[in-house]
């Protein structure tokens, strides 16, 4: 699992250690990490003559860019920093000054020859995007053909939100200290990060053991994911109701048979018109064409997806007793007091332009704060919501930590992706998951399937990630 720490934690966790440690201790610690990491992103053999430009604003984010400047410097590389603030961290400076790196206040001869660059204008004690005078540096520095190497942040995004008001330095790798913040995990600020790496500096003893971001991982969805036993059949492996398509839309409700089929329920009951075009691709479904309390016992539902304008299914499906997963046209219009009166757990599927229709607000704000919106939905529904997008979140009703997918490509936007997902999350909802789990299982494998179907980067289709299910599903159930 990785996980995720607000600013607010990661300050409290850092004066925890350093009443323990020697003074400096801890940026020593980080300077060390950055520096090695850094030798490595250069390669073997090629930090001595390198050309390293370190962009150093006024706090100790710049204090770790001079110190790891010092090291490298050490080591051979020429090292020139750009100071950008009203202060530049003394004893930094100090330190890159003896190792023989110089200072410059012309930024752009320097990041013209540069190999690599460091980001230390700003790390957690950043505020909106970067300062004027910045922005034509970092600009610089993107388009210098020097690897860009952000100092535990990119510069100019929101840390706690993943928000990036304003412009903000796009890094080709972030190296980040002690534990991952929110904003490196969410986008819009993840896609400014690159790849990331996490130097251990000693947190770990003294941060919270809740995180306020998880990401899973292969042998955390290894662990999740449904089992039958010896004694299992179709009905003890849990029966997915799906409520879905319409004569406008019956494509919908194959695609969410599909993910249905997959998912690793026992069996999948579809309720509804398109039961002929269900049939002719999945034989293997049970259907039924009257309404959905008439249908059969089953251990979830999921309603939704393609049903068109028609919201009389939903009602009938909340007032089960069982777990229900809202996805599409069933989310239109949906009461919150409707989903707060229920017992047992809902799971709300939205995409940005569904959670802004239900919290009243632009597409573009839930967008730009994927975070807030996906706390806010589930707050005020009282139930788990996953927010669908460039970086899928999923939030449980009672606040405790959001789960961030890590999987996925842009090649998932295609039209029929979330019916599958729908059916996908809905049929481990019917094999035993929570809502979260389910959710964040089922967004999982969903990305993984559209990575390995989009595998040589070509466009992919939602019967294409359907089929390709099953292998994600063998990915992360095989021990590497
Ligand atoms: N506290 C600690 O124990 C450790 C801190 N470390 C480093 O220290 C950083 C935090 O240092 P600080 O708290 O000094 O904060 P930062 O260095 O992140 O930034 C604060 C400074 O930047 C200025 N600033 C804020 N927003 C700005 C903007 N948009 N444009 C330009 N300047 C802006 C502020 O006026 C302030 O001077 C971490 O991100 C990490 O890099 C690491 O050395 C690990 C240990
Ligand atoms: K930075």
């Not at 250690?17 to 201790?25: H, I, S």
């Amino acid at each position: 699992m990785r996980t995720a720490h607000r600013v607010e934690t990661v300050r409290a966790a850092e004066a925890a250690l350093m009443a323990r440690l020697p003074e400096g201790a801890l940026m020593q610690r980080a300077a060390a990490g950055l520096a090695a990491a850094c030798c490595s992103l250069l390669g073997k053999g090629r930090v001595y003559g390198a050309r390293v430009v370190l962009l150093v604003g006024s706090g100790d984010n710049g204090g770790d860019a001079l110190y790891a400047g010092a090291r490298l410097a050490r080591r051979g590389a020429g090292v020139t920093a750009v100071p950008l603030g009203t202060r530049t961290h003394p004893g930094g400076l100090a330190a890159l000054r003896a190792a023989g790196g110089r200072i410059t206040d012309d930024p752009f001869e320097a990041l013209a020859v540069a190999d690599l660059v460091l980001d230390g204008i700003t790390g957690i004690g950043g505020r909106g995007g970067l300062r004027p005078d910045a922005v034509p540096v970092a600009r610089a520095a993107r388009g210098s053909g020097a690897v860009v190497v952000a100092v535990d942040l990119p510069s100019g995004v929101d840390a706690d939100t993943g928000e990036v008001a304003g412009e903000a330095l796009r890094a080709d790798a972030t190296i980040t200290f002690g534990t991952y913040k929110p904003g490196l995990l969410v986008d819009p600020a993840r896609e400014y990060a690159g790849a990331l790496r996490l130097v251990d500096i000693g947190l770990d003893a003294v941060l919270p053991g809740v995180p306020d971001l998880e990401a899973l991982q292969h042998q955390d969805v290894a662990w999740l994911l449904p089992v039958p036993g010896a004694e299992s059949d179709k009905y003890r492996r849990g029966v997915l109701g799906v409520v879905a398509g319409s004569a406008r839309y019956p494509g919908a409700a194959v695609l969410a048979v599909a993910g249905a089929l997959r998912g690793g329920a026992g069996a999948v009951r579809y309720v509804g018109p398109a039961g002929d075009a269900v049939i002719a691709a999945h034989p293997e479904t049970l259907v039924h064409a009257g309404p959905p309390s008439k249908a059969g016992r089953v251990q979830a539902w999921v309603v939704g997806p393609g049903l068109g304008e028609d919201p009389g299914p939903v009602a009938e499906v909340l007032a089960a007793d069982v777990p229900v997963l809202v996805d599409a046209d069933g989310l239109r219009g949906l009461d919150p007091a409707a989903v707060r009166a229920r017992t047992a757990p809902t799971l709300l599927t939205p995409h940005a332009g569904e959670a802004a229709a239900l919290l009243g607000v632009a597409r573009e704000d839930v967008e730009a704060g994927r975070l807030a919106a996906v706390r806010e939905l589930a707050a005020r529904f009282g139930a788990t919501v996953l927010l669908k997008g460039s970086t899928t979140l999923v939030c449980g009703p009672g606040g405790g930590p959001v789960r961030v997918n890590p999987t996925g490509t842009s090649w998932l936007a295609t039209a029929g992706s979330g019916d599958v997902l729908s059916g996908l999350a809905g049929s481990l909802l019917a094999a035993g998951l929570s809502a979260l789990d389910a959710g964040s299982c089922g967004a999982y494998l969903h990305g993984l399937a559209a990575r390995r179907a989009s595998a040589a980067g070509a466009p992919v289709t939602a019967t294409d990630v359907a089929g390709s299910l099953r292998d994600a599903w063998l990915d992360v159930t095989s021990p590497a």
